[in-house]
């Protein structure tokens, strides 16, 4: 009788809605340690200011060195008919392949890296939409992704990446 008893008190434990919530395990989450791969082109996981701030840098630099190494096969001078003495900047066939993939690798790794800043600070990556607005987003996002802490233990998005 008395084992029924205790039994369903600890069963009526268990389902008290009123009861304080407690926090999932540490194990239930990602672990913080993403691979570049999955920080560069995944839209999953945080990351914290010092890997965000170097690995934007990081993509920039590599971006302007391919640039400046490739920009002889993807534009070329030409002169202009009415000034022969002016050279006109044209795309090279080349240059129309390369040049919106690189751009569009880069806008994607910027992205990949703001939404997973917005995660380590438990908000959707939908929030980098707010880089839209004129001037003020840009500088709330520099901030909050750049310089403000992310928030503190485990969240939504996974472990504390520091």
Known sequence: MMGVASRHLTDAKAMNPYRAPTSPPADSFPSAKLGVKEILFSFRGRIPRRAYWYLLLSSAFVALVLFALLQPLLI??????????????????????????????????????????????????????????????????????????????PNAYGSDPT
Request: charged share 15%; net charge positive; aromatic share 8%.
């Open 76 to 153: 070329t001078a030409a002169l202009r008919a009415d000034m022969p003495t002016v050279h006109e900047p044209r795309i090279t066939p080349l240059g129309m392949i390369v040049l919106p993939a690189l751009l569009f690798l880069l806008t994607w790794i910027n992205l990949a890296l703001g939404v997973k800043r917005y995660h380590d600070h438990g908000k959707s990556g939908w929030w980098m939409m707010i880089g839209t607005i004129p001037i003020v987003g840009g500088i709330w996002m520099l901030v909050e992704s750049g310089f403000l802490r992310g928030t503190v233990g």
